[in-house]
């Protein structure tokens, strides 16, 4: 009887794993789909102990548990496939720069600080201690603007948007902000910003800042915003000449399908890939986390460094990156390329929304004459 009833465990936790593995494949948007591209690490690290158990407690002198072992195999393999990028076992998507580089660098912060969070020293010590050139925040309300006055002085350009419905953003930035702008895409209370970063008189970034509503039970029901945009977003950056640098919560993992067809129709590269997750959610909760604040940007930059911050008391880890612009050999990294397939999948998502890539801000990166 022992042996009946863990023989059955054993085949209802396979075959959910089974079906949670397979559900992603069908491309229906509702949250109850989309949310198992998430959680990829975690399901990879319960079918390998899952596989074991049956390893040490099924009777292989029967066929069907050559079927159960080998049905969790294959699910660990395709949930391995999803994640094998972001390890040291792939090829570093942007190059590492030369130490003695000439170049200039660029150091962006991005903090999504959890909108009733009032622990705003933790975040201020951190932007005093690594000194970034360009700060964003999301989730910030009246509140946390009052006490980001606090770096006025070191950053007198700002992009500001207090909310109350976490979706608040605010940037701040010691560069000057050429043409920026504040806009609401594809949601009336969800806003994005957009500016020229004026690093020197010869090197100008276009940054985009982001932070799409997720598809969840308490927010929108299927992922359909959020996907449309993010390519909106890359359909307007696609094929573009200019140092680009797109960087927020996106509110999807570096590995899901609509965040890889937004680096495909962008072109822009992934510092993440061959390097790590760089896990920034949920803060406090160590087996469930997985990447939704990103950073990319195009092949003129070289990579130097990109770290996740200690924790500041929002569900969210800071991150930070410095990049160098090296545009003298954008040739040697490549990312994703789109191909016809991916090309009409960004244009029926985006014809969901009344939104084209016009309507993103595109201000231009030229050098001031």
């Known amino acids: 009887m022992g042996n009946v009833m863990l023989e059955g465990i054993l085949l209802v936790t396979t075959g959910f794993f089974v079906l949670v593995t397979l559900l992603p494949l069908w491309r229906h948007r509702a949250w109850w789909v989309r949310v198992w591209e998430f959680p990829r690490l975690q399901l990879g690290t319960l079918l390998t102990a899952l596989l074991i158990a049956q390893a040490g407690l099924l009777d292989y002198r029967q066929a069907w548990p050559f079927l159960l072992s080998a049905l969790t195999a294959a699910c660990l393999a395709y949930q391995l496939w999803w994640i094998a990028p972001y390890t040291r076992l792939w090829r570093n998507e942007v190059l590492r720069a030369a130490p003695d580089a ?19 020293d933790r975040l201020l010590a951190l932007v005093r201690e690594y000194r970034p050139d360009v700060l964003v925040t999301l989730e910030t309300d009246q ?34 902000l050429e043409e920026p702008e504040l806009c609401f895409l594809v949601e009336d209370d969800v806003p ?158 985006i014809d969901e929304e009344p939104v084209t890539p016009s309507d993103v801000p595109q201000p231009d990166a030229e050098p001031r004459r």
């Open 102 to 120: 000439p170049g200039p660098r660029i150091r962006v912060m991005a903090s999504n600080v959890l909108g009733p969070n009032r622990t705003s």
């Open 143 to 176: 509140w946390w603007e009052t006490q980001l006055d606090q770096l006025a002085a070191e950053y007198p350009h700002s992009i500001r948007c207090p909310q109350d419905n976490l979706y608040g953003m605010h940037v701040y930035s010691r560069l000057p």
């Open 192 to 349: 994005s910003m957009h500016a020229r970063v004026r690093v020197s008189d010869e090197l100008a970034v276009r940054m985009h800042f982001l932070h799409p509503a997720p598809p969840s039970p308490t927010e929108n029901e299927e992922s359909t915003e959020r996907d449309v945009e993010l390519l909106v977003v890359a359909r307007s950056v696609q094929g573009n000449a200019d140092p680009i640098i797109v960087t927020g919560d996106l509110n999807d993992v570096a590995w899901a399908p609509t965040t890889r067809l937004f680096r495909k129709i962008s072109g822009l590269l992934d510092p993440r890939v061959g390097r790590g997750m760089y896990n920034t959610f949920h803060a406090h909760h160590w087996f469930l986390r997985w990447p939704l604040d990103h950073f990319f940007h195009s092949a003129h930059f070289r990579f130097i460094r990109l770290l996740r911050l200690p924790d500041i008391g929002s569900d969210h880890f800071p991150v930070f990156i410095e990049l160098q612009y090296d545009p003298k050999h954008t040739g040697q990294q490549h990312g994703l390329e789109a191909d016809r397939e991916d090309q009409q999948q960004a244009e029926q998502t």
